[in-house]
């Protein structure tokens, strides 16, 4: 596609549950990342891939939260037992090899009553 | 683990006026770059600086990264509200694949 696309935009669950964020990077692009983002804050490192494989998963904030990515393309972001704390935007990028210049999707919502 | 620190974290100034936007660290940084976002949006990249003393310019924005490469500043020139937006650093280091983003500034320009 002609940019990095993220579903849902917006989720909404409740306290416990599971939730799958989906994202969709630039094709041709083989690193991807994922960030996430507090109110009006800068942006927490998550977990990167290179192809399918993850070489750097240390921003993982707890064994709740897991990545995978498939084909070298579409990469899932899934939060086991969600919690209140986990509400943020989780932001989405990927990059073309070891080109600097990360293009960002517009993210997912994630609230958690 | 680098941090990044940024400066202020909210700026509200009037169409017209000038600001300069503080980006600072301890560490080193390979090469380090400016992101704007709107709400709703992921960030945008608009400017990668990497030698020590370099300084970009953007139309209305000068960029430089410091000597040292351990900070860097956004100076706009009469700022317009299309320029409105969380305005984020981050740097590269060598070995790091990943980048650090700093804690962003949030400018709000008035008409």
């Known amino acids: 596609g002609a940019g990095v696309s993220q579903s849902p935009s917006n989720k909404v669950t409740e306290k416990g549950k599971d939730v799958e964020l989906r994202c969709d990077p630039i094709?041709?692009?083989?690193?991807l990342y994922w960030y996430r983002q507090s109110l009006g804050q800068g942006l927490e490192f998550l977990i990167y891939?290179?192809?399918?494989?993850?070489?750097?998963k240390s921003g993982l904030p707890s064994d709740r939260f897991s990545a995978e990515r498939t084909g070298g393309s579409v990469s899932t972001l899934t939060i086991q037992r969600t919690q209140q704390e986990d509400s943020a935007v989780y932001l989405c990028?990927?990059?073309?090899?070891?080109?600097?210049?990360?293009?960002f999707g517009s993210g997912t919502q994630l609230s958690v009553l | 683990t680098q941090l990044l620190e940024q400066s202020p974290q909210f700026l509200s100034i009037q169409e017209g006026e000038n600001l300069t936007v503080y980006c600072n660290s301890s560490s080193v940084f390979s090469s380090l770059q400016w992101y704007r976002q709107e709400p709703g949006e992921g960030p945008v990249l608009l400017v990668t600086?990497?030698?020590?003393?370099e300084v970009k310019k953007l139309k209305r924005l000068t960029f430089q990264f410091g000597d040292a490469r351990k900070d860097s500043s956004l100076h706009i020139t009469a700022a317009q509200p299309g320029d409105t937006g969380l305005y984020l650093c981050a740097g590269a280091s060598g070995s790091a694949r990943q980048l650090t983003f700093g804690s962003g500034t949030q400018l709000t320009v008035l008409p």
């Open positions: 600086v990497v030698t020590g003393g």
């Open positions: 891939f290179q192809g399918n494989s993850a070489p750097d």
């Open positions: 990028a990927s990059k073309r090899g070891a080109q600097e210049k990360l293009f």
């Open positions: 094709s041709g692009h083989t690193a």
